[in-house]
């Protein structure tokens, strides 16, 4: 579905000049659903962001199958505030043409596949974090996109909530046969959603878990000795501190 190739990003020049990403060969195949771990700051976003276009990578390309089309759920849910939620969430069909009558009926069954069919009159400034959230993902869906790409979508929810929407990302998943590139802090959420999952590290996927739990996955998944172990592993593989930027010797030797 997208064939990413030795591609590296970095911003700025000279004593500002920072590598984020380096030499990625990436693979998202259709139908598929992979998650990206990494510290703050590792270059997560940016990955997405290149993957869409939004940023253009100082080397490297980045190749999506014919016709794929691909919604990014931002790591800000980005509402206009002048409209409300429901104006919100078509607003992609509205830039795309659609006729009024489509869009409405298709903004309402987004919002209610997040659970917000309630809130469509209310605007950006009435809701929570949460629910700000909920609606990015609805404006995501409202167009039924091929590939959808998430940046840590679930990270404003209380936990209960974020549990079901898990499950509910995964019935969609599961019955539309998306193609999802996830990112998450969470070990838990990954494994829950993914079929694979990578750690980036140091501008480059340092490390790939292949999750074998057997789908469908339920509460009960928690349960299973591989979830476990494969948490296990990961938390090992990830750096325990964050890994600051290493200062010049000189300053490191001071302090
Ligand atoms: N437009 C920009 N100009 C300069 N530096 C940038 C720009 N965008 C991102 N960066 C830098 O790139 C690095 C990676 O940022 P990015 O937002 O991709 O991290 P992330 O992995 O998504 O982190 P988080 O988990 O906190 O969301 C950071 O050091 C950040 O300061
Ligand atoms: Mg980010």
Redesign the pocket.
């Known amino acids: 579905m997208i064939t990413v190739s030795n591609l590296s990003m970095s ?2 020049q000279g004593r500002r000049h ?1 590598q ?1 990403l380096q030499d990625i060969d990436f693979h998202l195949a259709s139908g598929e659903f992979v998650s990206i771990i ?1 510290r ?7 990955f997405l962001d290149v993957l869409m276009g939004l940023i253009q990578p100082t080397q490297g390309t980045v190749e999506r199958a014919d016709r794929a089309s691909m919604s990014y759920v931002f ?1 800000k849910p980005a509402l206009l505030p002048w409209r409300n939620v429901l104006r919100n969430v078509y607003l992609p069909l509205q830039v795309h043409g659609v006729r009024r009558a489509d869009r409405l009926k298709a903004g309402m069954d987004a919002l209610r596949k997040v659970g917000l069919g309630y809130a469509a009159h209310l605007f950006p400034f009435q809701l929570s974090g949460g629910m700000a959230q909920r609606v990015a993902i609805a404006r995501a869906l409202v167009e039924n996109p091929d590939i959808l790409l998430m940046d ?1 979508p679930f990270s404003a929810l209380d936990p209960i909530l974020r549990e079901n929407m898990n499950f509910n990302l995964l019935s969609l998943w599961q019955r539309t046969q998306k193609t999802v590139l996830f990112v998450t ?1 969470s070990i838990e959420e990954a494994l829950i959603l993914s079929d694979r999952i990578l750690i980036l590290e140091n501008g480059t996927f340092v490390q790939r878990f292949d999750v074998t739990l057997e789908r469908p996955r339920t509460y009960e998944s928690f349960q299973d000795p591989r979830f476990g172990e494969l948490y296990r592993h990961i938390r090992n593989a990830l750096p325990l501190q964050p890994n600051l930027p290493r200062a010049a010797p000189d300053e490191a030797s001071a302090s």
């Open positions: 911003f700025g920072v984020v990494g703050s700051g590792s270059g997560k976003s940016t790591q840590e802090h």
